[in-house]
């Protein structure tokens, strides 16, 4: 399972300042540069996207990964992935898991799969130790696109990894409260879509 928060949009000032308050968010570990492309695939029908699932085919640094994410219930959504050299190899992988829902599952080994949507950034991430909580911190910069249409990109993903969701909540407020920032309720494919006016 997935649970996280993000912070957006941000100024950059606004991200930096999040990003490297080590007195809110104590470092357990360097912080890493990545290098992202992300595209988001339905079939010609919006099959996943009716369902609020997500697919999705990054390039992290070289590394390619597939994954699949559920519609969200509250804080938390499925997350699953797999290393694979393409989106076609991806779904096969992933329709094999057996954590996925079954009409997921049909779908990937049924329907066409077509590019609606993407991202291009860079993410800086470190582990941080929050009260009652340890997270992963992303600043993610670049843009969103769709077709021809793009949008900058600036937010802060605050990812648990050990603790209580209400920990995370806790520091999200925190922060949001310090920095000026607001919650951004939508994912990255859904801000992305909405480039066109489609919804996600």
Do not use: H, W
């Amino acid at each position: 399972m997935e649970t996280e928060i993000k912070l957006g949009p941000l100024t950059r000032e606004q991200q930096n300042r999040i990003f490297e308050d080590t007195v809110r968010l104590p470092a357990l570990s360097p912080a890493e540069t990545i290098r992202m492309e992300t595209v988001y695939y339905d079939d010609p029908e919006g099959f996943f996207s009716a369902r609020r699932y997500t697919l999705r085919l990054r390039r992290e640094n070289g590394r390619c990964v597939a994954a699949f994410k559920s519609a969200p219930r509250g804080l938390s959504r499925l997350e699953l992935e797999c290393e694979t050299p393409d989106m076609a190899a991806g779904a096969q992988k992933l329709a094999a898991m057996p954590d996925l829902p079954e009409d997921a599952r049909e779908a990937l080994a049924r329907r066409t799969l077509v590019p609606v949507c993407g991202a291009r950034f860079t993410r800086r991430c470190r582990l941080c130790r929050g009260e009652g909580a340890v997270l992963e911190v992303c600043a993610d910069l670049g843009v969103l696109y769709k077709g021809d249409v793009r949008q900058d990109l600036c937010e802060i993903e605050l990812e648990l990894k050990q603790g209580e969701p209400a920990a995370l909540q806790a520091l999200a407020r925190t922060l949001k409260d310090a920095c000026g920032a607001e919650v951004c309720p939508r994912s990255k494919q859904q801000r992305a879509m909405a480039l066109s006016g489609e919804r996600a």
